[in-house]
Every structure is written in C-alpha cells, then in structure tokens.
C-alpha cells in the first residue's frame, strides 16, 4: 500500500469545516486546534498555517528558525477580505513558500521553498483560478475581472496570445453568481466561415441540406452561464450582424426561420489583435466594437509581469508532473533567474510548454536544472515576428544555460594565513544546506545530489552540527 505523503494543519482555532476529509485521498492529515501554533512535527511533507490577522503569532516566528526546508503553505478562507500589502508582507517575512485559499481541492504536493522575500499573494482569490497576482498590472486584471463578474456586463479581453485570456473568463464565470451554470468556449477562428452562424445561433430541421434536426446552438447552450467567444475579430460580417442583435435584444434567431428565442448569458469576448484597426479597415463593425468593449481588460504579456514567472513555472511544474504520473519534481535555485530572464514571445504557454519538455526529458532525476532549459536556446538569434517582444531571445547570452558555476570559495590566502580545514567545512556545510533546501529536506535525495550515499551524508551532517544525531538517522 502506497504512503501517504503527511500534512499538518495548524488552524490558530479556526474551524476545519471538514477539510481534513476531503483532503484524505491525497494526504496522511493531523490537525493542530490551538488557538497558539505548536511546532508541527519532523516527519511532515507540508506544514499548512491559517493565515489570519494583519500580524502573525509571535510564537511562528521564532518557530521559523527551527522548520528549515519545511514547505509551508499559508490558508486563507474562500471568502476571507484581500491583506493589505502591510500584512502580506508580515505574514511573508515567515519565509513561507506559497499562500492558498482553503477549500475541498486538497493543497498540492511538491512545493519548494522560495528564495527572496517576493510577497506571494496580492488578490487572495486569483490563487483559486489558477492566476498569479503579485504585479501590479495583473492586480488591476483581477480587480477589474471581480468588478464584471457581480454583473452580466459584456467584457472585452485583449492581449497576445498565451496571455491567459481563457483563464480570465473561466475565473469571471466562477466568481459571478451564476457559477453553477454551464460556461461554453467557443474558438471563433477555428470553425469554418459557413458553419460559423449555424454554430452559434442554432437552426431548425430543414434549414439546410444536412439539418436533419433543431439544434440550439451555443448560445442556447450557455442560457444562464457565461458564453466565452475567442478571437472574435475573425467572426465574418454576417455573423457580426447577428451577434449585434443578441447583445442588443437578449434574444437568438435560429438559421431556417421561426420565432427569436430569449437567452440570458454573459457575453465574453477575446482577441489577441487590435480590434480597433480592424475597425478602420472595414473588417469589423464599429457599433459592434461598442458592444464588446463595456468593460475591456488588457492581459499584459508575460515579459511585463517577470516576477510571477517562478509562481507560475512551479504551479506547472506540479500539474504537469501529475498529468504524467510522475512524482513532483523540484526547480535547482538557479532556474528561477534564468526563467525570469527570458522574454517568452508565447509567454505563458510557451512557459507551461517548456516546463512539460523539461519533466518529460529529465527522466528520473529529481531536480531540474539550466540544462534542462537549454533548448530555449535554439531561438536565440531568430528574427522577431510581429507582436513578439522588443527584447529578442538573441539578448540572452547562450552561457546563461550553463550549468549553475559553484559558489566561488576562493580566495586570496591572506599575508596571517588560513585555516583550510575550517573553509573546506564551510563549503560542505553550505553544499549541504544547498541540497537539503532543493529537495525539501529529503536526505537521501539530497545526498544523491551530491553523489554521497545516505549514510555518509548523515554522518557529515552530524560532524557539521546541521541536525540533531537522533533526527538524523531517523529521519528519511
């Protein structure tokens, strides 16, 4: 029988709501009720906190220097008030590795600790959707995509491709009233011009050759829910016409004749073009372009928001690794600036694609490093196409694939001279300290990082006072 892998809930005297048996299937759970945080135990995978309050418990931060490498993930509650950027920052000063939103989706194995003191959450609920909220250009995304969600407001998303424009209307949808109804995506430039109409308003049996049956149509489908229409700004003239008169009078006439039927939906539309030179054109109808535009949201490339790019790299870096089976693989520190570096003309697919590349041709090795990234390096030099970024790949020197240099110990051997016993134990002990922090504490891993075998990696940790000797052999 598998073991579970084990997580530790410290509620500060919140009420659980039942999570912890939710949580079951994925994780071995114990609950701490204190009101006061105790110390979570050594044998655990992943300490979760409530996060609640402007301060945290003194008692946490003076815990904080005894947990090392031990992922912790901050709670907040589905419906808890946004923290201001002062109790972020306090609660973030723990040197915690993500926030969440406490709900029946147990938190996910394989998170890794964090170097820096980025704050890790600005917009409590973005977490939820999958979205990252740490810029200040997504912050006002979520925001605006929170103000159209409490209505049915027709929203306009703009942005390049792979911005996540999808995303956004699913995250409207789920936070709108009417998240229990039906969410319908339709990809616009994907379905033949002749076909386009038939799809989206329906037709009745007979109205053309093949119609062999009424059929309601898209927007039939999504009555009550949210209808989400991606690259809008390829819809043909005739389809424009129709789609103006459904935003106009709430009302869908099917091909082939018969009465208008009327539809409540909210209309959510996508282009990753310039819809208002579409306009100047000809190609698009400016009374249309009116319609859509009620509350437009720009999604900015992913170069823009550099600083979500490790966030997002590990939420991917977990999926990615269930979808394949694989257990959860962890980022060397190093990969992190790299990533930040780049300029990721698809930008957030093409990150999402090149995290999957890398798990699926690093093989069994636990920790991905530069090299992993390395094919990144085969566009450096192309020209840029229209859209991609000012900053070219070929900006990005091709050494910074390289394997991460080690940490330079060297010195000049001062005139009084040195103790070279007490430098080489300097260097192991940070080597050391390095690995534990990349696989999450695990020793064995974390010796096969280093090409040591497990009991010689434990000896050097007690010649070294990095633990205790009893925590040391029985710690796996």
Known sequence: MTQLPRLHWSTLGDDTGGLEHRWAALWNVSVDRGTAPALAPKDVDLWVISAKGAWPPPELNRMMAEVAALPILLGLKP???????KALSEWGSLGSVRWGLLGPEPPMPGLRPRSGTTTQLSASQALAFGLVGTSVAMQDVLARARAAAATRATVLLLGESGTGKEVIAR??????????????????????????ESELFGYNKGAFTDARKDTPGKFREAHGGTIFLDEVGTMPLGAQVRLLRVLQEREVQPLGGGAPVKVEVRVVTASNVDLWKKVQEGSFREDLFYRLEVVPITLPPLRARREEVPFLAQHFLNRKAREHGLYPKALHPSVDPLLMSLPWPGNVRQLENAIERAIVLSGTRPVLTREDFAFLAERMGEAPSAGTPAVPFASVPAEAFAPAPAQAFGMDLPAEGLDLNQVVSDMEKTLMLQSLAITRGNKKRAADLLGLKRTTFLEKMKRLDLEDPEAAETVE
């Not at 995250?171 to 386009?196: K, Q, T, Y």
């Open 79 to 85: 419906d808890a008030a946004s923290m201001d950027p």
């Open 171 to 196: 995250a409207i949808h789920r936070m709108s009233a009417d998240s229990a109804e039906a969410f319908v995506a339709v990809h616009c430039g994907a379905i033949p011009e002749n076909l386009l």
